[in-house]
C-alpha cells in the first residue's frame, strides 16, 4: 500500500474525458466523480481508492477507468467481494494517515458494511482514536428497472448514527465539490450518487476550471420562489424542477430547496424557506416510513410552526422493497404529478 512518503503517480496519460474542465466544456455527473477523484488523488499522495472491479476493468459504470495506469496498483486496489472486510480495511488505512474512499458496486450493499461504519468508523474519533478520514462512494436510485438488490436509497439507516456525515449530490458542479470536501473531510462521509443521474444529457455542466470544494452541510436554491418551499435532494430535484414549471403556469411559484448534504441537515436554510413561502413539501425517493421528510416536519414544527399557513406534506417512495416490473416500480417511485398535486393543494389550502 502507498505511504504519504511514497506516492505513485504518472505512469498514464490522463483520459482525454478528464481534460474537458480545463477545456471549457460541458462534463456529465459521473465525469464530475471522475474528476473529483483523479484532482484529489493528484493534490494528496494519501488518497486512494478501494473496491471491487475499480482497478483492472475501471468500475461497473467505469468511475475510474484510466486511474489503474496512471496511480498504480497501490493506490487503486481491487478488493475481493466482501464489503464489511474492505471498508474495514479502509478505516485501518485512514488511521495509518491515509484517506481511503471506498466505492460500493452498489450502494445497496452497503449494508454489508453496516457494523463497521456504524459501531467502528463513526465512533473512532469519539473513543480517542483520532480522525479517520474516509469516504464510502456509490450508486443509489431506482428507476432503471435495477429490482430491490440495485436501487435503493439507504441514506436513512445511517443518518440515525452520529459521526457520519451524508453527502447526496444533485449536479455535476455539486458532485464534484461535495466529493473533493468529503476527501478533504477528516470524519467519515456516505457519498451518494443517483445513477440515473450518470449519464443524463440534460445535465451536464461547464464546471469551474480552478479547484473548488462545496462545503459539507450547506443546502443552495435550486429554483427561487414565493409560494411554497420544495425540500429534496438527488434524483428528485430535477422531478421537483419539473413540477416547479407546471406549476409555474398556473401561478404557482415554487422554492426548491436542494439539501445537498443530509447529516449535517442545513436547518437554517430550510427555516428560511419557510419563513418565506408559509408553506412545506418534502420530497424524497427514500421510503415513506422513516424517511428525512418526518425529521424535517419535526424540526419546523419545533421551530417556524407560527410561520405555517397549511399542513406539511411529504412525497415520498411507498413502503415496500422496489420493484422490477417498470409498471410497478413506476408506481412504487414518486412521480411529477404526484409532486404537481401536492403542491397544488398547499398553495390553495
Not at 31 to 47: F, G, K, Q, T, Y
Not at 147 to 169: K, L, V
Request: charged share 25%; proline share 8%.
Amino acid at each position: 500500500m502507498a505511504t504519504v512518503s511514497e506516492p505513485v503517480v504518472g505512469r498514464g496519460a490522463k483520459p482525454e474525458n478528464l481534460r474537458r474542465t480545463a477545456e471549457g466544456k460541458p462534463v456529465t455527473f459521473l465525469e464530475a466523480i471522475r474528476e473529483a477523484l483523479w484532482e484529489e488523488m493528484e493534490r494528496d499522495p494519501s488518497v486512494l481508492l478501494l473496491g471491487e472491479d475499480i482497478a483492472a476493468y475501471g468500475g461497473a459504470f467505469k468511475v475510474t477507468d484510466g486511474f489503474l495506469a496512471h496511480f498504480g496498483p497501490d493506490r487503486v486496489v481491487d478488493t475481493p467481494i466482501s464489503e464489511g472486510g474492505f471498508t474495514g480495511a479502509a478505516a485501518g488505512a485512514a488511521h495509518m494517515g491515509l484517506r481511503p474512499v471506498v466505492e460500493m458496486q452498489f450502494m445497496d450493499f452497503v449494508a454489508c458494511a453496516y457494523e463497521p461504519l456504524t459501531n467502528y468508523i463513526a465512533t473512532a474519533r469519539w473513543r480517542g482514536a483520532g480522525p479517520l478520514p474516509l469516504v464510502v462512494r456509490g450508486p443509489v436510485g431506482g428507476g432503471v428497472r435495477g429490482g430491490p438488490f440495485h436501487s435503493q436509497n439507504p441514506e436513512m439507516a445511517f443518518f440515525h448514527t452520529p459521526g457520519i456525515c451524508i453527502a447526496y449530490p444533485s449536479t455535476p458542479r455539486d458532485a464534484k465539490g461535495l466529493l473533493k470536501a468529503a476527501i478533504r473531510h477528516d470524519d467519515p462521509v456516505l457519498f451518494f450518487e443517483h445513477k440515473k443521474l450518470y449519464r443524463l444529457p440534460a445535465l451536464r455542466e461547464v464546471l469551474p476550471p480552478d479547484d473548488y470544494i462545496v462545503p459539507l452541510g450547506r443546502a443552495r436554491v435550486h429554483r427561487p420562489g414565493r409560494d411554497l418551499t420544495i425540500v429534496t435532494y438527488g434524483m428528485m430535484v430535477h422531478e421537483s424542477q419539473k413540477a416547479a414549471e407546471r406549476l409555474a403556469e398556473e401561478g404557482i411559484e415554487a422554492e426548491i430547496l436542494d439539501l445537498r448534504t443530509l447529516a449535517p441537515l442545513d436547518e437554517d436554510a430550510i427555516i428560511e424557506s419557510v419563513r418565506k413561502t408559509n408553506r412545506l413539501l418534502v420530497v424524497h425517493e427514500d421510503t415513506r416510513t422513516g424517511g428525512i421528510a418526518g425529521e424535517i416536519a419535526m424540526r419546523v414544527s419545533e421551530k417556524a410552526f407560527e410561520w405555517l399557513d397549511a399542513p406539511i406534506l411529504r412525497v415520498t417512495a411507498i413502503d415496500a422493497p422496489v420493484p422490477f416490473a417498470a409498471p410497478l416500480e413506476d408506481y412504487f417511485l414518486p412521480q411529477v404529478d404526484d409532486v404537481v398535486a401536492a403542491g397544488r393543494y398547499l398553495a390553495h389550502y
